[in-house]
């Protein structure tokens, strides 16, 4: 199914830009799992819980990487039925998916590492050493090709970002594993293994948590981060020709594809199609918004040259408008009008 041209920009299938090459994740994914069945029977044999803590985290990994290859392709579906926007936002609960289940390993990882520094137990650093070791070079070719999946795309994934997630966070456990067993293999201090698990526990909820904010805002429909709505809608109030912006919403229909719509009134005789074209280049130009829905009208002329304190309740152009109102004058005095169906006036 062809995407559909408009206005300089797509609609539909691959509207939102080249995705990941999945290869490169299923190749990742192998090797994943291949290093993490050795590495169980490395833990067992070694006692050590940093190694298990690894095996356990590399599960998740390889779980995280197949959920990945999985969305990705479900995502590619052009729109169809009900979901206009397609399944795109699949992804979004894979990155939510392996933001929780970090957070979740990190809990069970942390209870144990405390565990075993109230009551020690003896670890063979040697084991530990070399598989750690091992283990930073797998995880170093993961992470690798990986960012390959990621270049091979055209658009920023949050799901690639929470496969991404967990494996370098398994490369920086792999090297406190390594740090550990060298402290074990030189004085002794078996309390340096769950120790170092700990510092694995920091870096998981760090990753986890950033995954499970990122992907809570897009499911929020927030702003994409960097962009605030009050300068956008500032800067469209300023546009010439420009007398009214109001209903503006800025949000994400999934990672890397941004959406903006709201609702502009155009000065009595002037072009509503030029204003609207003019409006559409700044989007693309300075916010990388191309995915954009305007309703563009005249305002009313018996209002148009009342400031907007004065219009008494119900001359508004929209019954159900929500949300700050921007005028020209907003631009000049660094004022944003309080709109009639809600919101506060910005400072």
């Not at 750690?132 to 970002?161: K, P, Q």
């Not at 429909?221 to 960097?226: F, K, R, S, T």
């Not at 605030?228 to 800067?235: K, N, T």
Request: with cysteine; net charge negative; aromatic share 4%.
């Amino acid at each position: 199914m062809s995407s559909r041209e408009h206005n300089g920009h797509a609609h539909g299938a691959g509207a939102a830009g080249r995705d990941a090459d999945t290869r490169w994740l299923v190749a990742a994914g192998a090797l994943i799992v291949a290093f993490m069945a050795g590495e169980v029977v490395a833990g067992v044999l070694a006692h050590s819980l940093a190694l298990l803590s690894d095996a356990a985290h590399m599960l998740t990994d390889a779980a995280s990487i197949a959920l990945a290859i999985v969305t990705a392709t479900i995502a590619t579906r052009p729109a169809h039925g009900g979901y206009t926007y397609g399944l795109r936002r699949t992804e979004i609960l894979s990155a939510q998916a392996n933001g929780i289940t970090l957070v979740l390993l990190a809990a069970w990882l942390c209870y144990e590492a405390i565990r075993r520094l109230l009551a020690p137990q003896p670890v063979n650093g040697a084991v530990m050493l070399t598989v750690a070791l091992v283990g930073v070079c797998v995880n170093l070719a993961a992470t690798w090709l990986i960012a390959r999946a990621s270049a091979s795309g055209t658009r920023r994934s949050l799901n690639l970002e929470g496969a991404f997630a967990h494996v370098l966070t398994d490369l920086y456990a792999f090297a406190a594993t390594a740090v550990a067993a060298i402290v074990v293999l030189a004085t002794g201090f078996n309390r340096a293994d769950p120790i170092a698990t700990l510092v694995v526990v920091a870096l998981m909820l760090r990753a986890g948590g950033g995954l499970i904010r990122d992907s809570g805002r897009i499911f929020l429909e927030a702003a994409p981060a960097g962009l605030d709505p009050a300068v956008i809608g500032e800067a469209m109030a300023g546009r010439p020709h420009v007398a009214e912006v109001h209903d503006l919403h800025v949000w994400e229909i999934t990672s890397g594809m941004p959406a903006a719509s709201a609702h502009v009134l155009v000065a009595p005789g002037q072009d509503c199609h030029a204003v609207r074209g003019d409006l559409e280049e700044l989007f693309a130009r300075e916010y990388g918004i191309t995915h954009l829905t305007l309703q563009v009208d005249h305002v009313v002329e018996d209002l148009a040259d009342q400031p907007v304190p004065e219009r008494a309740a119900g001359e508004e152009h929209c019954e159900d408008a929500h949300g700050p109102r921007y005028t020209p004058q907003d631009t000049r005095g660094g004022r944003v009008s309080k709109s009639r169906a809600g919101g506060n006036p910005r400072e």
